[in-house]
């Protein structure tokens, strides 16, 4: 069976512009996924200058 991984992305709050693209297995526990989420958050952030709090991740989803 072919794992398929889940697509993010990044977006500064206060722009409301896309910072970064981020993909991860699904085949990983929502938690985990959550915790990897969080520590790309964090450094997107700081690669960025940003406060933590205006960096938030959404997932991208197939429009079919």
Same mark, same amino acid.
């Given at each position: 069976? +072919? +794992?398929n &991984?889940?697509? @993010? $992305?990044? =977006? &500064?709050? /206060?722009t409301?512009?896309? *910072? @970064?693209?981020?993909? *991860?297995?699904?085949?990983?526990?929502?938690?985990? =996924? +959550? !915790?990897? %989420?969080? +520590? =790309? $958050?964090? /450094?997107?952030? =700081?690669? &960025?200058? %940003? @406060? %933590?709090?205006?960096?938030?991740? !959404? !997932? *991208?989803?197939?429009? /079919?």
């Open positions: 069976m +072919k +794992k &991984n889940k697509h @993010y $992305k990044f =977006i &500064n709050s /206060q409301g512009y896309v *910072i @970064y693209y981020y993909s *991860i297995s699904d085949a990983l526990e929502p938690e985990k =996924i +959550k !915790e990897e %989420l969080e +520590k =790309i $958050k964090a /450094q997107v952030a =700081i690669h &960025n200058g %940003l @406060y %933590l709090e205006t960096v938030y991740w !959404e !997932e *991208i989803k197939d429009e /079919q």
